[in-house]
């Protein structure tokens, strides 16, 4: 059995980055997480958890530019309500129905560790609830775990308090990522939403205007997708207030967001515009603080400064070549 992650928690309020962000977020709000069912079986994802039968109308998809989670394999739904539509009136800040749902499911190995649920009850931007569910052994069923776990299942996951959430997720007026315009525009496998879906099937408010393409080669496309996915929750030059603990708000001018309105070039991006010859030197991995952060794992700095452990090497590599060949 995994370690309260309360523990680890108290550890960390005595600790500082050395970017000089705390390493503590609010303790979960029990009276927001007891809303939630205590049983993932219950949350709606499933019409039969035993045989992994879906419920209706949840459906998978799959964001172009994931997430690192240390090598975790990853699966994600969302439910919206019946009739509903996402006000998409800004393609890059989509503000969700009431009663929202999107599931992300975290396998090591082949085992099931957790599925984190957050759900919208309510119409304002931060009326999400977070929380995540820690599968039993025999994979019958996952149990609501609002103080998170260490060493979950004894597969080295650890899984997030729901206080932690915000760290991330509330670096977006949404408060969804991965779920976006910039996310979703690829065609999906079979049987996976895409933007041209939602769109299709009168989900969305606004269609963007053209066609949500990312500029540049493979490598810069890959390059500028990964801080998307990775950095811009924090990073971001929209990041919205928060009245609690900093829990990794930065303090920076950096942006690593890609947004439909600025896709005609590379150079139009807020990564060329605000890091590129800052935390990021052209010509010259070595000398680019980001690459120096996102090559170091430790309690003290590392990039991102949450849910990691381990460095991502084949992105790594990938943001090398692209620094290699700036101009």
């Known amino acids: 059995m995994g370690a309260p992650r309360w523990l680890a928690y108290l550890v960390s309020v005595v600790a500082t980055t050395g970017c000089g962000r705390y390493w503590v977020c609010d303790l979960p709000d029990p009276d927001r997480t007891s809303e939630l069912p205590q049983r993932l079986a219950e949350t709606g994802l499933y019409a039969d958890i035993a045989t992994g039968e879906l419920a209706a109308d949840v459906v998978a998809y799959t964001p172009q530019f994931p997430l690192w989670s240390d090598g975790a394999d990853k699966r994600r739904w969302i439910w919206l309500p019946p009739g509903a539509q996402i006000d998409t009136d800004d393609q890059d800040e989509w503000r969700f129905p009431d009663g929202t749902k999107l599931w992300k499911e975290f396998s090591v190995a082949g085992i099931a560790i957790e ?56 670096g977006r007026r949404s408060f969804v990522l991965g779920f976006s315009a910039i996310q979703l525009a690829p065609p ?36 500028l997708g990964y801080l998307h996915a990775n950095c811009s929750h924090c990073h971001n030059a929209t990041r919205p207030a928060r009245d609690g603990a900093r829990c ?10 890609l947004t439909v309105g600025a896709l ?19 010509g010259d991995p070595d000398a680019s603080k980001v690459l120096e952060l996102m090559g170091r794992r430790g309690f003290l700095r590392q990039m991102p400064p949450l849910a990691t452990t381990q460095v991502d090497e084949a992105a790594l590599a990938t943001l090398s070549r692209w620094v290699e060949a700036l101009p």
């Open 188 to 223: 999906a496998s079979s049987g996976e939403l895409d933007l041209a879906g939602l769109v299709a099937q009168g989900r969305v408010t606004h269609a963007p205007a053209g066609p949500v393409v990312i500029p540049g080669d493979s490598t810069v496309v890959s390059a």
């Open 248 to 257: 990794f708000d930065p303090r920076n001018d950096l942006d690593f967001s």
């Open 115 to 170: 599925t984190r649920l957050i759900e919208k009850r309510g119409p304002a931007d931060d009326d999400w609830i977070p929380l995540s569910y820690v599968w039993n052994a025999d994979g019958s069923d996952a149990i609501a775990a609002p103080l998170g776990e260490i060493d979950a299942r004894g597969t080295g996951h650890d899984v997030p308090a729901a206080g932690e959430c915000i760290a991330c997720h509330g």
């Open 264 to 282: 005609g070039s590379p150079a139009e991006t807020a990564t060329y515009r605000t890091v590129v010859g800052k935390a990021i030197v052209a």
